[in-house]
């Protein structure tokens, strides 16, 4: 890499964050377009969050990414949300305009780009989000918008309760899965899509997330796992189209680096670069 003062640097703040698979994606592009611009991530303790986004202002770091487990919190830091960050209330990409912070969300868009690149329609369908936390609130923020019915199941129920208030404030077709009823499964077969926004599966101990007995052959599994879960080999087994979490982090690279730099990446080339590191 050539840097010099010129060089834009572009960071991840996460906590831990040794195990990223941005920087080889976003240095793989900007190398590709010969932009002046190096990707660095930062090991940032939520202790020491807002110091280091005072940080980002004092040495002019272009933008940032942010992951787990910053991403509720950094909103409280920033000048500014865009509209989606605000409704869902997690930021996952800032951009820096002369010191001034706005707070970007492209992790929901991300997954309707990779929904709809894998060919899965979701107009219509009766889809179950399993889990409530950021990354659900992002998909359903998008989710609600074109699917008939979203239901959302977590097994801190006020958690879903939450997210079903809120996103029933957007659209009115969102309800919450009781426990009784999510842990007989008999209402697996009644929705179409199920996505599994839990981090169960990516331990090789981890239970599965839901009862994969009770899956049917015309259901879409979907984990926002980047890799293949034993849900999503299990649902395969049956017959089931499944999805794993890979072209969500693709796709959200691919709208952080267009915020950061006005330029559409090439997707090839991150796609390249994010699938020699799995
Ligand atoms: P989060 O805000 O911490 O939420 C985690 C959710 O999973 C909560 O609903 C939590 O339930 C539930 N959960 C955690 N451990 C569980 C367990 N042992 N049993 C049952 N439920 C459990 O995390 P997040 O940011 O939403 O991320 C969730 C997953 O999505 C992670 O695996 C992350 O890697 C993935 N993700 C992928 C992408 C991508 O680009 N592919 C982007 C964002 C996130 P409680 O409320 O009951 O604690």
């Given at each position: 890499?050539?840097?010099?003062?010129?060089?834009?640097?572009?960071?991840?703040?996460?906590?831990?964050?040794?195990?990223?698979?941005?920087?080889?994606?976003?240095?793989?592009?900007?190398?590709?377009?010969?932009?002046?611009?190096?990707?660095?991530?930062?090991?940032?303790?939520?202790?020491?969050?807002?110091?280091?986004?005072?940080?980002?202002?004092?040495?002019?770091?272009?933008?940032?990414?942010?992951?787990?487990?910053?991403?509720?919190?950094?909103?409280?830091?920033?000048?500014?949300?865009?509209?989606?960050?605000?409704?869902?209330?997690?930021?996952?990409?800032?951009?820096?305009?002369?010191?001034?912070?706005?707070?970007?969300?492209?992790?929901?868009?991300?997954?309707?780009?990779?929904?709809?690149?894998?060919?899965?329609?979701?107009?219509?369908?009766?889809?179950?989000?399993?889990?409530?936390?950021?990354?659900?609130?992002?998909?359903?923020?998008?989710?609600?918008?074109?699917?008939?019915?979203?239901?959302?199941?977590?097994?801190?129920?006020?958690?879903?309760?939450?997210?079903?208030?809120?996103?029933?404030?957007?659209?009115?077709?969102?309800?919450?899965?009781?426990?009784?009823?999510?842990?007989?499964?008999?209402?697996?077969?009644?929705?179409?899509?199920i996505?599994n926004?839990?981090?169960?599966g990516?331990?090789?101990?981890?239970p599965l997330p839901l009862d994969v007995s009770m899956l049917?052959n015309?259901q879409?599994i979907?984990d926002?796992?980047?890799?293949e879960t034993p849900l999503l080999q299990k649902a395969s087994a049956i017959g089931c189209?499944t999805?794993?979490?890979?072209?969500?982090?693709?796709?959200?690279?691919?709208?952080?680096?267009?915020?950061?730099?006005?330029?559409?990446?090439?997707?090839?080339?991150?796609?390249?670069?994010?699938?020699?590191?799995?």
């Amino acid at each position: 890499m050539n840097i010099s003062g010129k060089t834009k640097i572009i960071g991840i703040f996460g906590y831990p964050v040794e195990h990223t698979l941005s920087p080889k994606m976003h240095n793989a592009a900007f190398k590709y377009l010969n932009l002046d611009f190096c990707y660095v991530p930062f090991s940032v303790k939520p202790e020491m969050l807002e110091i280091a986004l005072e940080g980002i202002r004092a040495l002019s770091i272009a933008g940032l990414n942010i992951t787990i487990p910053h991403k509720e919190r950094v909103s409280a830091f920033l000048d500014k949300l865009s509209d989606d960050a605000k409704f869902i209330g997690s930021v996952n990409t800032i951009k820096n305009e002369g010191g001034e912070l706005t707070g970007f969300n492209t992790d929901g868009k991300g997954f309707m780009k990779s929904l709809a690149e894998a060919n899965i329609e979701i107009a219509d369908k009766r889809v179950l989000i399993v889990g409530a936390g950021g990354a659900a609130r992002a998909i359903g923020y998008y989710l609600c918008r074109d699917v008939s019915e979203l239901y959302i199941y977590n097994r801190n129920i006020e958690r879903a309760e939450i997210l079903t208030t809120h996103l029933y404030t957007f659209k009115n077709n969102v309800a919450v899965v009781e426990e009784k009823i999510f842990n007989s499964g008999s209402s697996f077969s009644d929705f179409d899509i199920i996505i599994n926004t839990t981090p169960l599966g990516l331990k090789s101990d981890d239970p599965l997330p839901l009862d994969v007995s009770m899956l049917k052959n015309h259901q879409i599994i979907c984990d926002l796992i980047y890799k293949e879960t034993p849900l999503l080999q299990k649902a395969s087994a049956i017959g089931c189209k499944t999805l794993n979490g890979m072209g969500m982090l693709l796709w959200q690279g691919v709208f952080a680096f267009e915020e950061w730099t006005g330029i559409q990446p090439p997707v090839e080339v991150m796609k390249k670069a994010l699938m020699k590191q799995i």
